[in-house]
């Protein structure tokens, strides 16, 4: 041992030798590791104060709307004619009309028909009605339209595809979810198709691979089998042993004066982005005839129009036309064509009419609605239309064909 090695040793016993003997104590502290949540008051104060900075608070939204003081209308479900339905459900914050109301629809025709209530997954519908839009997408190169909407013949279509499920095997919400919000999961199909697009990656099973695992994450993944009565069914045998509808008993009608009457043609709206021309055109006479026939026999109908008028209110629960848009007497298929072209009227929302009175020698008919304006009433889930809101503003609707032969027959001609 060298020299200055001796003067380290001899260091190291002089500095042990004055370490408090606590150091090695039996009490000495010794500090745990903990997980805490990560906090910054300050920089949360900070944002705050500068989201706000410079803004002003926001004015109230105002809407030219009927004053509905007076008005002689039902006061409640009560005073309608109604027929057997599920009870109103909410689509929450999605574009589902199309699908709740249809699906609503062929609930009350399995027990106009059989006297049997089902309640059917609407989501199990939507899933794949975004799946086909995706690969829709894919075959025409982007130049199809993807948005939440559909029309309520996507319904039976993904059916006979796909099959269908009870409700309660698949109500796409998450755990603990209370309504349906598709804000950020279409954000992400609809991001995500773009990029598709930008990109020229036309290659479908990858497309469609990748919409399904965002619908999945989103909604849950549809199930493949059922068990119902202690057998299990796959989702097509759930509609041929269970459901048991001939789907190809139902039609669907419009009236517009910019297609030949008495001809099947495409309904000329977005939300039938694959072209559907399986739209029996009618003139509107007849159009209203068949609605009044149907609800008069015991159907209820599947119908779809423009919820965007001052005649109609989510508070009052009533949709009408006033007369400062039009009297009721002056609404004809000139009127309505003109509306239809002009913008005025869309193809915005899918309702189901369940029931019907007369008032003053008009028809009134009870609306299931599972869109959010028809909750703020004396009669949630429900609206009430007199007939000139329908001549004018609704533009499709589906029935069995047992009520329309007569006018069927005018097509075979």
Not at 44 to 65: C, D, H, W, Y
């Amino acid at each position: 041992m060298t020299n200055a090695m001796h003067r380290c040793a001899f260091r190291a016993i002089i500095c042990l030798s004055v370490v408090p003997p606590l150091l090695f104590a039996q009490g000495v502290r010794r500090d745990r590791a903990v997980f805490d949540s990560t906090k910054n008051e300050f920089l949360e104060k900070i944002r705050t104060e500068s989201q706000g900075f410079g803004k002003k608070e926001p004015v109230p939204g105002r809407a030219l709307k009927m004053d509905f003081t007076g008005l002689n209308a039902p006061a409640s479900p009560g005073e309608f004619a109604q027929y057997w339905h599920n009870p109103p459900v909410s689509q929450g914050l999605s574009g589902m009309c199309w699908c709740f109301s249809a699906t609503s629809y062929f609930e009350s025709e399995v027990y106009r028909l059989t006297k049997r209530s089902l309640k059917l997954s609407e989501l199990y519908t939507v899933y794949w009605e975004y799946v086909e839009k995706a690969k829709r997408f894919v075959s025409e190169r982007g130049n199809s339209e993807f948005g939440e909407g559909s029309e309520s013949n996507a319904v039976p279509r993904i059916w006979r595809k796909y099959g269908i499920v009870p409700g309660e095997a698949y109500p796409g919400l998450r755990p603990g979810q209370k309504f349906h919000d598709h804000g950020l999961m279409f954000a992400e199909l609809r991001d995500y198709l773009k990029s598709v697009k930008s990109q020229n990656a036309w290659n479908e099973e990858q497309v469609t691979g990748t919409v399904r695992r965002i619908l999945d994450h989103y909604l849950g993944a549809p199930p493949s089998t059922v068990e119902v009565g202690g057998k299990t069914l796959t989702p097509p045998e759930y509609l041929e042993k269970v459901v048991r509808l001939n789907l190809d008993d139902y039609v669907e009608f419009m009236s517009l004066m910019e297609k030949p009457y008495y001809s099947r043609a495409e309904f000329p709206a977005p939300d039938n982005w694959w072209h559907s021309s399986d739209y029996y055109n009618v003139p509107l006479d007849e159009f209203m005839a068949i609605i009044k026939k149907a609800v008069r026999r015991g159907h209820t109908v599947c119908i779809g129009g423009d919820t965007s008028e001052p005649g109609i209110d989510g508070h009052a629960g009533v949709a009408v036309i006033p007369a400062f848009d039009i009297p009721a007497d002056l609404i004809d298929e000139n009127a309505r064509q003109f509306r239809f072209t002009n913008g005025t009227t869309g193809d915005d929302h899918g309702i189901h009419i369940v029931g019907y009175a007369e008032k003053e020698g008009k028809d009134w008919y009870l609306i299931k609605d599972s869109g959010s304006g028809s909750r703020n009433n004396s009669h949630p889930g429900y609206y009430f239309y007199r007939e000139d809101y329908v001549k004018l503003k609704m533009l499709t609707f589906t029935v069995h064909r047992d009520v329309a032969e007569e006018i069927l027959a005018k097509f075979r001609r």
